[in-house]
Nanobody
Framework: QVQLVESGGGLVQAGGSLRLSCTNS????????MSWFRQAPGKEREFVAG????????GYADSVKGRFTISRDNAKKTVYLQMNNLKPEDAAVYHC???????????????WGQGTQVTVSS
């Protein structure tokens, strides 16, 4: 059972940083691939970053490579997204998701958190 809760969003100036957290209050966590997606108003949900269950494999959208870092702590049942050098186009609701594979298609994930808002002022 996976129940995901995100936190850490907020308002930040362009160039600033935020660290998002996603904690699973359910029983299992380490067997899941975890990803972050984001959705801005009027846009489709898009893949941001993903990490394998061991943490040994990660993937990033081209738009965030070199600025965002995904990590996980299986003992705490938490996945993180460190976001540096934020840009106005990064503003969106960020959701974490759990799945059986590390893929960019949101339809392949069956457990989602409610999301946390990230706002970036220019």
């Amino acid at each position: 059972q996976v129940q995901l809760v995100e936190s850490g969003g907020g308002l930040v100036q362009a160039g600033g940083s935020l660290r998002l957290s996603c904690t699973n209050s359910g029983r299992t966590f380490s067997g899941y691939y975890m990803s972050w997606f984001r959705q801005a108003p009027g846009k489709e949900r898009e893949f941001v970053a993903g990490i394998s269950w061991s943490g040994g494999s990660t993937g990033y959208a081209d738009s965030v490579k070199g600025r965002f870092t995904i990590s996980r702590d299986n003992a705490k049942k938490t996945v993180y997204l460190q976001m540096n050098n934020l840009k106005p186009e990064d503003a969106a609701v960020y959701h974490c998701a759990a799945g059986a594979l590390l893929v960019t298609n949101p339809n392949r994930y069956n457990s989602w958190g409610q999301g946390t808002q990230v706002t970036v002022s220019s």
